[in-house]
T-cell receptor
Framework: KAGVTQTPRYLIKTRGQQVTLSCSPI?????VSWYQQTPGQGLQFLFEYFSETQRNKGNFPGRFSGRQFSNSRSEMNVSTLELGDSALYLC?????????????FGPGTRLTVL | AQSVTQPDIHITVSEGASLELRCNYSYGATPYLFWYVQSPGQGLQLLLK??????LVQGIKGFEAEFKRSQSSFNLRKPSVHWSDAAEYFC????????????FGKGTKLSVKP
């Protein structure tokens, strides 16, 4: 079974631009979460989606948004990029949001903002 | 609010030596706890998880962890470290009742001496 896929793997943008990252969960998984990883702040929760509905949202500004499609694929968008948005963005999927379900992470998208 | 503390930023052990990585959590109820490992340039891989029951949890790659409620700890152990264990290790706790919303510690980087 294929794992969680994230595209693109690497991305370079300039300040003020916007970016869209994509995540394809493991087949059959309907829950997708996003995390931002930076050297200074570590791993921080961005959002969680299940059946096209946002269940939880982390403490990030409104420039960060996301959505989930009917096939469970998810995208996150960052508008008006800032230098501090440079990070590894990780997506994770599970069958459902149950706390006991195993969550699998993708390899991440490395975003560099110049 | 929930939080996770990993007191050791960087640990170096000799190959074949035993390992213990510390994790302390702050959570009002019974926590759901996880240990993940991240190799350079990779996503996170689940090593083990604790939800309830036996406080000694076995995971993959020969790792185990012990939940100690009285000490609010969930330390990761391995009896004999291999060079391939060199990576960064993250302890995490569920926030908000969903595994898709994890709070992570800052991580402990493990180096292995030959």
């Amino acid at each position: 079974k294929a794992g969680v896929t994230q595209t693109p793997r690497y991305l370079i943008k300039t300040r003020g631009q916007q970016v869209t990252l994509s995540c394809s969960p493991i087949s059959g998984h309907r829950s997708v979460s996003w995390y931002q990883q930076t050297p200074g702040q570590g791993l921080q929760f961005l959002f969680e989606y299940f059946s096209e509905t946002q269940r939880n949202k982390g403490n990030f500004p409104g420039r960060f948004s996301g959505r989930q499609f009917s096939n469970s694929r998810s995208e996150m968008n960052v508008s008006t990029l800032e230098l501090g948005d440079s990070a590894l963005y990780l997506c994770a999927s599970s069958m459902d949001p149950s706390s006991t379900d195993t969550q699998y992470f993708g390899p991440g998208t490395r975003l560099t903002v110049l | 609010a929930q939080s996770v503390t990993q007191p050791d930023i960087h640990i170096t052990v000799s190959e074949g030596a035993s390992l213990e990585l510390r994790c302390n959590y702050s959570y009002g109820a019974t926590p759901y706890l996880f240990w993940y490992v991240q190799s350079p340039g990779q996503g996170l891989q689940l090593l083990l998880k604790y939800f309830s029951g036996d406080t000694l949890v076995q995971g993959i790659k020969g790792f185990e962890a012990e939940f100690k409620r009285s000490q609010s700890s969930f330390n990761l152990r391995k009896p004999s470290v291999h060079w391939s264990d060199a990576a960064e290790y993250f302890c995490a706790v569920v926030a908000g009742g969903s595994q898709g919303n994890l709070i992570f510690g800052k991580g402990t980087k493990l180096s292995v001496k030959p």
